[in-house]
Structures are given as C-alpha cells and as structure tokens.
C-alpha cells in the first residue's frame, strides 16, 4: 500500500507558491480554473499511484469542506 506523503516535502515551498501564482497571473477565472485542473492531471499521470491520488483527493475534500463549515 502506498502512503499519501503529509509532511512537507518541497525543497523551496516559497519558490513553488510564487511560480503557481505566476502562472495564473493574467489568466481569466475560467482559464486559471483551467490550468490548476490540467496541472492536477499531469501531475496525477506522474504520480501514477491509484491508492495515493485517492487519498490525495479524499483529503483536499475534506480540508476544503472542513474550512468552508468553519467560515
């Protein structure tokens, strides 16, 4: 069984949120939506594990309905 990574694992979290946003910047709100949905599948495809993408997308549901019940 494959085990969704929790712990911080990015070498440069900062770098990486400023490049996210960097690549949103001048987007539309459809076309933004539409970039974080592709980047989701290429990375998902590069990752390649059922069990982990599962587990990935069970708990970003959960955070999301967790954080929107507390606002």
């Not at 900062?14 to 946003?21: P, S, V």
């Not at 933004?32 to 599948?41: R, S």
């Not at 998902?44 to 019940?69: D, F, K, M, P, Y």
């Amino acid at each position: 069984m494959a085990d969704l990574q929790r712990l911080p694992n990015l070498e440069d979290t900062d770098g990486f949120y400023e490049a996210l946003i960097d690549a949103q910047r001048g987007l539309s709100e459809e076309q933004a939506d539409m970039l974080l949905a592709k980047l989701a599948l290429i990375l998902s495809n590069h990752i390649g594990v059922q069990e982990v993408l599962v587990a990935a997308l069970n708990l970003a549901r959960e955070n999301t309905l967790a954080r929107t019940a507390a606002a």
